[in-house]
């Protein structure tokens, strides 16, 4: 079964500061892979997603995939108190479940 | 439009009880998920469905959990006998089939006394 792991646990950033965050998943066959925000006492939503090997950005944030290395990451340009949440990764082999990672939580201290 | 509806928001169980949680997907959606959210865990999958039928389901969660989809717009989890340790946040979600956005509801907290 895939194995979705995601580090750090914890982070806490200045505002203005670059945050990275990062997902390791285990199946090589993955073909989607997503960052999910989820603020305290709210639902996960859906922030950004990849699905081929390199880079997307959409405002201040970027996204990078390198499957090779079973490994993407969430950056986060400016950080903003309001980025402060619990960001899950999810990677999917295609056309079936969704597996989450359990999660970092980021606080952006003003 | 309306997102993921679940119901009730809260709820509170003695140990022992049977509970039903309900969820209502996004209106289209063919995919449903039903997820338990810890701090310790994380995101761990219940159930999956398509078009109704049970694709997946954790096996970990087979014997006090039995989750259903009586009609594509309208699923229910239901937990039986209740333990403390099944004290979390259920949370229930839909998506169109293929690597689409995943939407998820805001969630029924349970805490089993």
């Known amino acids: 079964q895939q194995k979705v792991q995601q580090s750090p646990e914890s982070l806490i950033v200045p505002e203005g500061a670059m945050t990275s965050l990062n997902c390791t998943f285990s199946?090589?066959?993955?073909?989607?892979f997503a960052w999910y925000r989820q603020h305290s006492g709210k639902a996960p939503k859906a922030l950004m997603s990849i699905f081929s090997n390199g880079e997307k950005e959409e405002g201040r944030f970027t996204i990078h995939l390198n499957k090779a290395s079973l490994h993407f990451s969430l950056h986060i340009r400016d950080s903003q108190p309001s980025d402060s949440a619990l960001y899950l990764c999810a990677v999917s082999p295609g056309y079936q479940n969704f597996y989450f990672g359990k999660g970092t939580s980021l606080t952006v201290i003003p | 439009d309306a997102g993921v509806t679940q119901t009730p928001r809260h709820e509170v169980a003695e140990k022992g009880q049977t509970i039903i949680l309900k969820c209502e997907p996004v209106s289209g959606h063919n995919d449903l998920f039903w997820y338990r959210q810890t701090k310790i865990q994380g995101l761990e999958l219940l159930s999956y469905f398509r078009s109704k039928s049970l694709m997946e389901d954790g096996g970990a969660f087979k014997d006090r959990f039995k989750a259903e989809m009586l009609n594509s717009s309208f699923s229910t989890l239901k937990i039986q006998p209740t333990e403390p340790k099944d004290s979390a946040v259920y949370l229930c979600?839909?998506?169109?089939?293929?690597?689409?956005?995943?939407?998820f509801g805001k969630g029924t907290r349970l805490t089993v006394v």
């Open positions: 199946d090589s066959a993955s073909q989607y």
């Open positions: 979600a839909s998506s169109l089939p293929g690597n689409t956005e995943v939407f």
